[in-house]
């Protein structure tokens, strides 16, 4: 098994197909499937699992990813300090639900990264497809929130896939509104002020469950309700309709402009938002340091983290 066999895996779980793979590595996608197969009948394994929808990681290609990625780290670290060779491209990718501090702190850690090349994923998406994302390591680590309501069905299906959830700080129930609003003088809002106003969600697609909602009160029944599938539309909907979204207050005037402000909301329920892993996998050097970015981000806005403690020890 050599390096250059490793960073054929690498590459393929981050292009996410064989054949974009094989193009990005200039080889063939023959001579790559040829080497993916003699990876595993050298280690044992069935690292990817193959359908007519593409393929996957394995239970086995999730683990053996991780020491790969070990592996290939460790080297180009050898490489760089001894033999003076230039770093290779850096890979990365995350997903999240529709949080402004997530792209603030991905901002944040490529201004910081000290590499000419890196090719970085952001994806703002639905809430199962995060949590599949990091089940199949599309994704290093997914953002997502808990409540009271949606807890239990949550962590049993990252139970089911293998997936941690690591909390990152509660927030008390806000609502984004335009500045322009009829409400928006108040400091404090009851859910029925809002009524005659177009509420605003993020659609979840197929998997439409409540449980699967990026907003807390998801059951309640709403007289306007507008399904929106990114952030830029939400926010004009919230300026054209005076509309209004239930998030966790955390806004970023330089993302998001001056025209939008975070009011709370009254209610029971709160939000813990955290990031969650797969655990037959280690964070490579990036995704760590991009969670070491992501809890400066949230400690500047007001929040403490909820466990001070490295949660990648």
């Known amino acids: 098994m050599t390096l250059q066999q490793l960073k054929y895996i690498l ?8 054949s974009e793979a094989a193009k990005r590595l200039y080889i063939s996608q023959p001579s790559l499937s040829n080497a993916v197969k003699e990876i595993e009948a050298e280690a044992g394994i069935e690292i990817f699992l193959r359908s007519s929808k593409g393929i996957v990681l394995s239970s086995d290609g999730a683990e053996f990813l991780s020491y790969a990625r070990q592996v290939v780290e460790q080297a180009e670290l050898l490489e760089q300090r001894y033999m003076n ?18 792209v603030q702190a991905f901002v944040g850690l490529l201004k910081e990264l000290d590499v000419d090349e890196y090719e ?22 997914g953002i997502i929130y808990m409540s009271e309501f949606n807890r239990k069905v949550i962590q049993k299906i990252l139970k089911d896939k293998d997936l941690r959830f690591h909390p990152l700080f509660q927030a008390e129930a806000h609502v984004f509104i335009s500045e322009g ?40 029944s709403y007289k306007k309700k ?7 539309t939400l926010f004009n909907l919230l300026i054209g309709l005076n509309g209004y979204t239930i998030s966790s207050g955390v806004l970023n005037k330089d993302l998001n402009g001056e025209q939008i402000k975070s009011v709370r909301l009254r209610t029971d329920e709160s939000i813990q938002v955290g990031y969650i892993v797969n655990q037959k996998a280690s964070l ?8 070491t970015k992501l809890k400066t981000v949230i400690t500047d806005f007001g929040y403490p983290i909820i466990n001070q403690e490295d949660e990648l020890a």
């Open 120 to 141: 970085c994923t952001l994806r703002e998406t639905r809430t199962h497809e995060i949590i599949e994302d990091v089940r199949n390591m599309k994704s290093e680590l």
């Open 85 to 102: 060779r230039k770093p290779s491209k850096k890979l990365f990718s995350i997903s999240t639900q529709h949080y402004a501090f997530s």
């Open 181 to 220: 609003h009829p409400l928006a003088s108040k400091s404090l809002l009851d859910i029925e002020e809002l009524d005659d106003y177009p509420c605003l969600a993020f659609e979840q697609g197929e998997y439409n469950s409540f449980y699967f909602a990026e907003e807390i009160l998801s059951t309640r």
């Open 226 to 232: 507008i399904l929106v599938s990114d952030r830029a």
């Open 284 to 291: 490579s050097q990036l995704a760590a340091a991009y969670v």
């Open 11 to 18: 590459t393929i779980v981050n292009c996410g197909t064989i």
